[in-house]
């Protein structure tokens, strides 16, 4: 089982509210991460949490916080977002060890729309 | 620092007709290299591998790459085009740091399948 699951599949808010996204794995990957990718672009990595720490944080504005509750769930929490914000937001995990753990695996994404 | 050069934003072929996709890289130490296809609305899946070993590497829906140290490429193929091999492929390579993966993604090309 290769699967990443990610909560909602759209969701569209306002630029006052406050919503999040969750993503959940039960790969017993020690990595995850949040990807955001805008049409007919290839993802950009926003953060990378390994063992339950965030571990990079690629200059992301603080309206996006990441959470890593435990090693199975991650969630982006979104507040006070602006309309260039509107894209796909995509999860993904990998194993922490060598060789072919390298591997990457990703959900099937939250589309985002912020009017 | 890694990158993925991907020639072609766009590739038309008939059903039925050989699919090439071309990916090159550049790296300073041996390559993990992925291929991922995004269908239309959906996330990314992973289409194959290549890490160590065999460098002739057989992925689903009948697609294979051959890694190529020499020419520093890692093409895509596929001998007969379905329609529903229409999507967005991204090469991509992966660099290990900070205790976690990052992948570098090539800027992705779009496969058309003419009927």
């Known amino acids: 089982d290769t699967e990443v699951t990610q909560t909602p599949k759209h969701l569209v808010m306002g630029m006052t509210n406050k919503k999040s996204l969750k993503c959940e794995q039960h790969m017993g990957h020690r990595a995850m991460y949040w990807y955001k990718q805008k049409a007919k672009k290839p993802p950009e990595l926003m953060f990378v949490y390994s063992y339950e720490k965030l571990s990079i944080n690629e200059s992301v504005p603080s309206r996006f916080s990441p959470e890593c509750p435990n090693s199975s769930l991650l969630n982006l929490h979104l507040h006070a977002l602006q309309p260039e914000d509107s894209a796909l937001y995509l999860c993904?995990?990998?194993?922490?060890?060598?060789?072919?753990?390298?591997?990457?695996?990703f959900g099937e994404g939250s589309w985002l729309t912020v009017v | 620092a890694q990158s993925v050069t991907q020639l072609g934003s766009h590739v038309s072929v008939s059903e039925g007709a050989l699919v090439l996709l071309r990916c090159n890289y550049s790296?300073?130490?041996?390559?993990?290299l992925f291929w991922y296809v995004q269908y239309p609305n959906q996330g990314l899946q992973l289409l194959l591998k290549y890490t160590t070993g065999a460098t002739l590497v057989k992925g689903i829906n009948g697609f294979e790459a051959e890694f190529k140290k020499s020419e520093t490429s890692f093409h895509l193929t596929k001998p007969s085009a379905h329609m529903s091999d229409a999507a967005e492929y991204f090469c991509a390579v992966i660099d290990s740091g900070a205790g976690s993966y990052q992948l570098t993604f090539g800027k992705g090309t779009k496969l058309s399948v003419i009927p």
């Open positions: 993904a995990s990998s194993q922490l060890t060598g060789g072919s753990g390298n591997t990457i695996y």
């Open positions: 790296s300073s130490v041996p390559p993990y």
